[in-house]
T-cell receptor
Framework: AQTVTQSQPEMSVQEAETVTLSCTYD???????LFWYKQPPSRQMILVIR??????QNATENRFSVNFQKAAKSFSLKISDSQLGDAAMYFC??????????FGTGTRLTIIP | DTGVSQDPRHKITKRGQNVTFRCDPI?????LYWYRQTLGQGPEFLTY????????KSRLLSDRFSAERPKGSFSTLEIQRTEQGDSAMYLC??????????FGPGTRLLVL
């Protein structure tokens, strides 16, 4: 089965704290990418971060970083120094066949001031 | 680079009517994707193009749906004889080769 699973429907974090969002996936492919997207309320989907499976180093983009565990098929997103503007739905996505994205069900992140 | 644009942003129609949506990708991107997103769910793949060629269509794309990308530039998605179940957000994304996909703001369709 080709699936992407996000087991946390909702998460909350205090402003300036760190939060980790979980994602697991199932694939038989060996070379692929993984993505995290952010979708603020009533706004468009924004690419947060991308990880290449062949790279052992975890991707980092400013306050956003991933913990990629290829053998475990796990791809979590860590947000450091959380800000009010980080409040959004976060989707993990896998491009099956390196083409069509399959998304998880999303995690709604709330930032507590 | 103005990003991916979609038009219209909102569409309300009556059941049975035809609707057409347009997507303009990032100018140098040769791949264009359509997704559908219902409330509370992640987007689901519908179809994609490489240049003007439509390479894959999801089983979600019934015979009432058709997509085109003439000249490999903008794309249109048409829904004929709309049904209430077609109400959703229709998202367009583009990429360069097999790179990261960048999304437009979407067209929200409501079928009454």
């Amino acid at each position: 089965a080709q699936t992407v699973t996000q087991s946390q429907p909702e998460m909350s974090v205090q402003e300036a704290e760190t939060v980790t969002l979980s994602c697991t996936y199932d694939t038989s492919e060996s070379d692929y990418y993984l993505f995290w997207y952010k979708q603020p309320p009533s706004r468009q989907m924004i690419l947060v971060i991308r990880q290449e499976a062949y790279k052992q180093q975890n991707a980092t983009e400013n306050r956003f970083s991933v913990n990629f565990q290829k053998a475990a098929k796990s791809f979590s997103l860590k947000i450091s120094d959380s800000q009010l503007g980080d409040a959004a739905m976060y989707f993990c996505a896998y491009p099956f066949g390196n083409e069509k994205l399959t998304f998880g069900t999303g995690t709604r992140l709330t930032i507590i001031p | 680079d103005t990003g991916v644009s979609q038009d219209p942003r909102h569409k309300i129609t009556k059941r049975g009517q035809n609707v057409t949506f347009r997507c303009d990708p990032i100018s140098e991107h040769n791949r264009l994707y359509w997704y559908r997103q219902t409330l509370g769910q992640g987007p689901e793949f519908l179809t994609y193009f490489q240049n003007e060629a439509q390479l894959e269509k999801s089983r979600l794309l019934s015979d009432r749906f058709s997509a085109e990308r003439p000249k490999g530039s903008f794309s249109t998605l048409e829904i004929q004889r709309t049904e209430q179940g077609d109400s959703a957000m229709y998202l367009c994304a583009s990429s360069l080769q097999r790179g990261s996909q960048y999304f437009g703001p979407g067209t929200r369709l409501l079928v009454l």
